[in-house]
C-alpha cells in the first residue's frame, strides 16, 4: 500500500481504513437521454473520489453521457465524494453487502479485496490491447494470472533538475547513486540547497534505493527488504543525511513543485503532475531522469502511482459493467487523453495513446513518458501501510540513529512479514 501521495497534484490520499463515511451521490442518473428519459433498461453506479483538478466531474458526467447516448439502454449514475479522505472508508464498508457500486476506482490497488472476491477478472475485455499497457500496469493488477482492473492514469514521479545549475557546476545528470551524492553536496550553498526527498529527509528515498539496487519489498511470501541490497542501499540515505545536501521542513513537501521552482534546491524527486508548474516557473530551464542507478548492475526506477477502475463482482449487471470500462478506459482513446492531461499532467497508461497525445510528444514530459514505460516501479498488492511504518520507522533509526542497517531493517521486516502473513491467511 501506498504511504505517499501517487497522483494528480497529491489530492488523492488514499490511505486505506480513513475514519468516516460520508460520500454525496447525483439524485439522479448521469448519463444523458438513456437516464435522464427513463428509457435505460440497466442503469450502473459509478463511484469516484473527489479530484482536486477542476473539471474533472463534468468529465466524468461527460463520458457517462457519451456512452448512454451509444448505448440507450444503459444509464451511468456517477458519484463523485464529497471528501477525498472518507472515500475509502465509504468504498470499504459498501463493498461489504450487496449494495456496492458497480464500478469504482482505486489508488491503491490491494490483494485483499481479491482474496474477498469482491473484484470481478477483466481479463476477457482486455483482448489485443493488453500488450498496449504499460507492463508496469499489466503486472500491478494481476493475481493469480488474472487481471482484475484497469489503469486509469499512470503518475510517473522522477527526478527534477535544474539545467543551468549543474551546468554551471559542470555536473551531467546523476546516473548513479554516488553520482547524486557527490552532485547533491556539490550544489549545496547557503542559499540552496543539492537535493530534496521530502521535509522529513525520507519520502520514496528507502525505496528508490532499494529498488535501485536491485532488491524488492516482497517476493511471493516473503517480505525481502532487509535483505543484503537492502540494508547496504538504506544506508546510502544516511551519507546524504551527513553531507547535509537535503533541504528539509520546507514549507510544501515533495509531491509539490515549490522546493525547485522557488530555488530552494537543485534537484527535486516530483511527480509529473507538477511538470506543468515548474515549466511555467523556470521555463525550459529543467529536466527529468529516473532516480539512479545505486551503483554498476544496479537500475534506474521511477516510482509509479495513478488511479485503477475496477469492477464489482457482485454487481446485478456485471456484464454491462465491464463493457462500460472497456469502452472508456480501454476503446476511447481520445477520452482517455482528455483525462489524463486536460485536467491536470499524466500519463495514458496505453502506450499508443501516450504516443498520440501532443502534451507529452517534447520535452521533459516526453522523457518522463520514456521513463515511466522502462523504469516503472509500483508497490507490491500485497504491501500495506503498516508495512510502509515499519520500513520508515526502520530508515529513520538508520539516518539519525546511526543504527546498524541490517539489524533495523530485520527487525522491520519480522513486524512487516507477521502482517503479510496475516493477509495471505
Known amino acids: 500500500m ?13 490511505m486505506l481504513f480513513v475514519a468516516g463515511t460520508a460520500v454525496a451521490c447525483s439524485t439522479d442518473p448521469q448519463g444523458g437521454s438513456g437516464s435522464a428519459g427513463g428509457k435505460a433498461k440497466v442503469t450502473l453506479t459509478q463511484w469516484y473520489h473527489q479530484y482536486g483538478e477542476a473539471g474533472t466531474q463534468d468529465a466524468a458526467k461527460r463520458y457517462a453521457a457519451e456512452y448512454t447516448k451509444e448505448n440507450p439502454d444503459i444509464a451511468v449514475q456517477v458519484v463523485w465524494a464529497a471528501d477525498t479522505s472518507q472515500y ?12 456496492g457500486p458497480d464500478i469504482f476506482e482505486i489508488g491503491d490497488f490491494r490483494y485483499d479485496m481479491v482474496k474477498k472476491g469482491q473484484l470481478a477478472p ?23 494470472g488474472k487481471l482484475y482492473g484497469v489503469k486509469m492514469i499512470d503518475d510517473v514521479m522522477t527526478l527534477y533538475y535544474r539545467k543551468s545549475v549543474l551546468e554551471k557546476a559542470g555536473i551531467e545528470p546523476p546516473q548513479t547513486f554516488d553520482a547524486l551524492a557527490t552532485a547533491a553536496k ?18 520514496d528515498a528507502p525505496y528508490l534505493l532499494l529498488w535501485s539496487n536491485g532488491g524488492e519489498l516482497i517476493e511471493g511470501d516473503k517480505v525481502t527488504y532487509a535483505s543484503a541490497a537492502g540494508a547496504e542501499a538504506i544506508g546510502g540515505l544516511r551519507r546524504l543525511h551527513q553531507d547535509k545536501s537535503l533541504l528539509l521542513g520546507f514549507t510544501t513537501d515533495w509531491y509539490d513543485p515549490g522546493a525547485i521552482s522557488q530555488n530552494a534546491a537543485a534537484m527535486q524527486w516530483c511527480g509529473l503532475w507538477a ?3 515548474i515549466e511555467k516557473a523556470l521555463g525550459d530551464d529543467f529536466g527529468v531522469v529516473p532516480w539512479p542507478a545505486f551503483k554498476a548492475g544496479g537500475r534506474p526506477v521511477a516510482r509509479l502511482g495513478g488511479w485503477t477502475e475496477l469492477v464489482n463482482a457482485k454487481s446485478k449487471q456485471l456484464d454491462e459493467a465491464k463493457k462500460f470500462v472497456q469502452w472508456l478506459w480501454i476503446k476511447k482513446a481520445a477520452l482517455q487523453t482528455d483525462w489524463a492531461v486536460k485536467y491536470g499532467f499524466h500519463v495514458p497508461p496505453r502506450r499508443s495513446v501516450a504516443a498520440d497525445t501532443e502534451a507529452l510528444a517534447s520535452g521533459p514530459a516526453k522523457d518522463a513518458v520514456t521513463i515511466s514505460q522502462q ?17 520508515v520507522a526502520a530508515t529513520t533509526k538508520v539516518v539519525r540513529e546511526n543504527a546498524d542497517p541490517a539489524k533495523a531493517l530485520g527487525d522491520a521486516a519480522d513486524k512487516s512479514q507477521a502482517a503479510l502473513n496475516k493477509s495471505l491467511g
Open 186 to 203: 556539490s550544489l549545496t550553498t547557503k542559499d540552496m540547497k543539492g537535493l530534496f526527498v521530502g521535509n522529513d529527509g525520507l519520502g
Open 122 to 144: 477483466l481479463d476477457d475485455i482486455y483482448g489485443d490491447a493488453k500488450s498496449d499497457f504499460n507492463p508496469a500496469d499489466i503486472e500491478y493488477v494481476t493475481v493469480d
Open 275 to 277: 511538470l506543468p508548474g
Open 375 to 391: 523504469y516503472s516501479k509500483t508497490f507490491p498488492i500485497t504491501w500495506s501501510q503498516s508495512m510502509g511504518v515499519d520500513l
Open 2 to 14: 501506498n504511504t505517499h501521495p501517487s497522483r494528480r497534484g497529491f489530492l488523492g490520499m488514499s
Open 88 to 99: 475509502e472508508a465509504k468504498l470499504n464498508a459498501a463493498m461489504l453487502g450487496d449494495e
